[in-house]
């Protein structure tokens, strides 16, 4: 009964907020990379329940936007109409982006209203099948005897493959020993990775975990500080710093964003529908599977997730700069 309340109560408070937002106009949920990729599904599965947790009559189209680590998409919306119809679910390349390109055409700490942070989702270095290493030692050993013969594939200038791929051939100063394929999103360069056209990606789980389970690449590890342990698939893997890189680690996140000037109610309302999408136990699960943690309410709250990315833009700034030295 109290739940019923709460769920009554909740419900009140969206119809309040903003009269007659969204009306029959769709809510489109740029997503700055191609479809089939990490992204595209994270915004596919939470539009889906967002529709269900604005009460079953908003409309929500995805809309790829893709090409330059994301900026293009992010620029898209930074430019739209501020009504609450356009939004855009970018991952850490908010945050990484300015350090990896010489100029943006946005300042994403000012050009943008921040609705909320959605998930964190770790990365897995994994390998194209045919590789013949099948621990992360075998394949140090295997980079260090194939030096200049392999590639390895990532989303493109900016993305979050590319970050991960330039840090941790720096923290390996691998990158004498292997050339970068940029793709237009991790969907393509995965496909390239499990036909063998390249032979490595640093890719986030919603990306990996099913090729790893099916057998079509092969895992080495993870880039989280801790191991998995919960995860069926995924604790079965080391993490970069268990193997000796020292420090290693990257978390990808999501989160989703307005653009400036976007009236207080109607972003009100988009936050609180994403706050009850989030606890959605079934978004939940399927999040889960991949290896995302959907976070908690105090992290879909606006002001945190600013402050959390001004801090992420601070922390990449030095660390692609170092990384820079050894890779491209
Ligand atoms: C995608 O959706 O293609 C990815 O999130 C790209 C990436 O590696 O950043």
Redesign the pocket.
């Known amino acids: 009964m109290k739940r019923l309340f709460a769920a009554v109560a909740a419900a009140t408070v969206l119809f309040a907020n903003a009269q007659g937002f969204p009306g029959s106009k769709p809510i489109t949920i740029v ?1 700055p ?2 479809a089939g ?4 599904l994270v915004a596919r599965q939470l539009a889906e329940t967002m529709r269900k947790t604005m009460g079953g009559g908003a409309n929500f189209l995805v809309e790829n936007a893709v090409g330059a680590g ?1 900026t293009i998409g992010a620029t898209k919306v930074a430019r739209a109409a501020p009504d609450g119809h356009t939004l855009l679910l970018f ?1 850490i ?1 908010m945050a990484a982006t300015p350090a990896l390109y010489k100029k943006i055409a946005y300042k994403p700490l000012e050009d943008f209203e921040f609705l909320g942070m959605i998930n964190e989702v770790p990365m897995t270095l994994v390998g194209k099948p045919q590789l013949p290493a099948n621990t992360y030692r075998d394949f140090e050993n295997y980079i260090k005897t194939n030096a200049g013969k392999l590639n390895i594939a ?2 493109g200038l900016g ?4 970050l991960c791929s330039l840090m941790w051939q720096s923290a390996v100063k691998a990158n004498e020993a292997m050339t970068t394929i940029p793709y237009g ?3 393509p360069a995965m496909q390239a990775l499990v036909g063998g056209q390249v032979d490595l990606m640093c ?2 789980t919603t ?1 990996t975990v099913q090729q790893i389970q099916a057998g079509r690449v092969k895992a080495f590890a993870v880039t989280t500080a801790k191991p998995l342990s919960k995860h069926p698939l995924l604790k079965d893997y080391p993490t970069l710093q268990e193997m000796g890189l020292k420090g290693f680690e990257l978390t990808v996140w999501h989160g989703m964003y307005a653009p400036k000037g976007t009236p207080p109610a109607v972003l009100k309302q988009l936050n609180e529908a994403m706050k009850l999408a989030l606890k959605d136990p079934d978004f939940i699960k399927k999040q889960d599977a991949l290896g995302a943690i959907v976070v908690t309410d105090a992290r879909v709250d606006p002001a945190a997730h600013k402050a959390f990315v001004a801090a992420e833009i601070a922390k990449l700034k030095p660390l692609i700069e170092a990384a820079k030295q050894f890779a491209d």
């Open positions: 997503v990379f191609a990729g990490p992204t595209d994301g991952h390349g990532h989303a993305s979050a493959s590319h999103g991790t969907g890719d986030q990306n």
